[in-house]
């Protein structure tokens, strides 16, 4: 079966330019995740949904950083007036559901991750 | 200090080696993810556990709760094992994850 797919693999930006990143989660999926994982790091927290209720932003590094999901599956990362700190890998994931009472968790399906360079 | 930690950062085998990469966290989980990164950056879920031991073919992942610490296993390590091994441990009533840096792989003929 598929699995989370986003698009586009690569952006090259120049700085100021908006961007536009889409992540396709596997379907049915109700939980999905936004990471940005910069050169040599580990991939950092972004943003959480669930179904097309955006319940955690604390990620995000700026108000040029805006996330959506509005019918609950397909998500769009947008970054606005991109700056060269902005470079990065971005990484979608989603889970089957939200973690159950108790905090049980649930495996993440990771995307191949979008690589956007700002020049 | 980084609420998780790996070593080591970077890690060269010949081919056939035992390999092992550490792991320890200093928040509450519910349960741990080691994850592999190829060049290009895709992710892919090795293995989540929340006690003791899983085994797919010739990984093994340990982890003890008590001590917050986990260990990925690779037996008679290959080339197409090279890779970035990452930790991960999602904050406890939350799937949001906290990631180590990973651990760089490079895994000799």
């Known amino acids: 079966g598929a699995g989370v797919s986003q698009s586009p693999r690569y952006k090259v930006a120049k700085r100021g330019q908006d961007v536009a990143l889409r992540c396709d989660p596997i379907?049915?999926?109700?939980?999905l995740f936004w990471y940005q994982q910069a050169l040599g790091q580990g991939p950092e927290f972004l943003t959480y949904?669930?179904?097309?209720?955006?319940?955690?932003k604390s990620g995000l590094p700026s108000d040029r950083f805006f996330a959506e999901r509005p019918e609950g599956s397909v998500s769009t990362l947008k970054i606005q007036r991109t700056q060269q700190e902005d470079s990065a890998v971005y990484l979608c994931?989603?889970?089957?559901?939200?973690?159950?009472?108790?905090?049980?968790?649930?495996?993440?399906?990771f995307g191949p991750g979008t690589r956007l360079t700002v020049t | 200090k980084n609420e998780v930690e790996q070593s080591p950062q970077n890690l060269t085998a010949q081919e056939g080696e035992f390999i092992t990469i550490n792991c320890s966290y200093s928040?509450?989980?519910?349960?741990l993810h080691w994850l592999q990164q190829h060049p290009g950056g895709g992710i892919v879920s090795l293995f989540m556990l929340s006690s003791r031991k899983k085994k797919h073919g010739r990984l093994i992942a340990t982890i003890n709760i008590q001590e917050k610490h986990s260990s990925l296993h690779i037996t008679a390590s290959h080339p197409r094992d090279s890779a970035v091994y990452i930790c991960?441990?999602?904050?406890?009533?939350?799937?949001?994850?906290?990631f180590g840096t990973g651990t760089r792989l490079q895994v000799f003929p």
């Open positions: 991960a441990v999602p904050r406890i009533g939350t799937d949001k994850l906290i």
């Open positions: 928040v509450g989980i519910s349960a």
């Open positions: 379907s049915g999926h109700v939980s």
């Open positions: 994931a989603s889970s089957i559901r939200p973690p159950r009472v108790g905090g049980l968790t649930y495996e993440q399906y």
């Open positions: 949904f669930q179904n097309e209720a955006q319940l955690d």
